[in-house]
């Protein structure tokens, strides 16, 4: 008797040390063509309609951005007015502008100032110069036509560095106890940014690849995590008529990874992640986000 359990138990532990030891396949979705949008929960396409009301009900959207890309903007500025024509407002917490910038941003929506006015007060030549504001322009008009508000929530540039350089001398007290919070160790999320730095593009002298690999995710974090603080913030003010929507870089979003991630840890309000695709993406990893937005991309020269 003692003997067959034994077998029994050989042959359990064998079977559970082959099932380990293979591989699981990546889930996938094979993407169907002239989508609006995409639901990866029930996958299947969605009209604008479709998607808007089936947002309805969540107070928070993240939206990934595909930086140079002026239709994934109109197809964002359009869903925004969407949403404004069954009566919400779209509060837009945006990561090309900082907290500090809330008087220029507030004169802006509530037209004190032009867009002239604004893009130079901003400072937008010199601080987006790689982006086109027109590119952008359509959302900005849609969330102003809503009734809605526009923030910012990024870490400026000389934050950053002092968080790249680990720099505690000179940061404020609130600086400190930011930098002291920074989780580091979700490992997915390492997994989703590290192959991105691999190619560390502005090593210091003398700087290892792997140091400054850590160096940069480092500041991915803080930029992920301050993104999430100040959404929280604003989440807070929210009215019954309006809808935070937190628009960032798509790394930013993915896998419901980086700032979503870091916003669930503090608030409980319901939410869904938006990512954009070309409309030629023929597959896509299970989990990139709740809906994908097809748009067409640039033709590059």
């Known amino acids: 008797m003692q003997r067959m359990i034994k ?5 359990v532990s064998l079977l559970l040390f082959t099932a380990c030891g293979h591989k699981q396949t990546a889930i996938t979705h094979s993407l169907p063509k002239g989508c609006d949008y995409y639901s990866m929960k029930q996958a299947r396409c969605l009209g604008q309609q479709e998607v808007t009301q089936a947002l309805a009900p969540y107070s928070v959207l993240f939206v990934g951005d595909h930086h140079t890309e002026a239709d994934m903007h109109q197809k964002l500025a359009d869903l925004i007015t969407l949403l404004s024509q069954n009566g919400t407002k779209v509060v837009l917490a945006h990561e090309w502008f900082y907290p500090r910038d809330e008087k220029v941003l507030s004169d802006y929506v509530n037209s004190d100032i032009n867009e002239t006015q604004f893009i130079e007060r901003i400072n937008w030549k010199k601080r987006l110069s790689f982006y086109d504001f027109d590119s952008f322009k359509p959302i900005y008009s849609a969330v102003i036509k809503s009734g809605g508000r526009i923030h910012g929530i990024n870490l400026t540039q000389q934050e950053r560095k002092r968080i790249s350089d680990q720099n505690l001398s000179s ?3 609130d600086e400190k106890s930011f930098y002291a919070k920074l989780d580091l160790d979700v490992y997915p999320h390492q997994e989703l940014i590290m192959p991105y730095l691999q190619h560390c593009h502005a090593p210091k002298p003398g700087e290892e690849t792997g140091m ?12 992920d995590t301050k993104m999430a603080d100040e959404a929280y913030t604003l989440a807070s003010t929210l009215k ?21 991630l870091r916003f669930t840890r503090l608030s409980t309000l319901p939410s869904r992640t938006i990512i954009p695709v070309k409309n030629d993406t023929e597959k896509v990893s299970h989990g990139l986000g709740d809906f994908l937005l097809y748009y067409q991309p640039e033709l590059k020269p």
């Open 7 to 11: 077998i029994f138990f050989l042959l």
């Open 171 to 173: 940061m404020h007290e």
């Open 212 to 223: 400054c690999q850590k160096r940069m995710y480092r500041v991915q974090v803080a930029w």
């Open 240 to 260: 019954r008529d309006e809808k935070l929507l937190v628009f960032a870089g798509s790394l930013h979003m993915e896998n419901n990874l980086g700032i979503p």
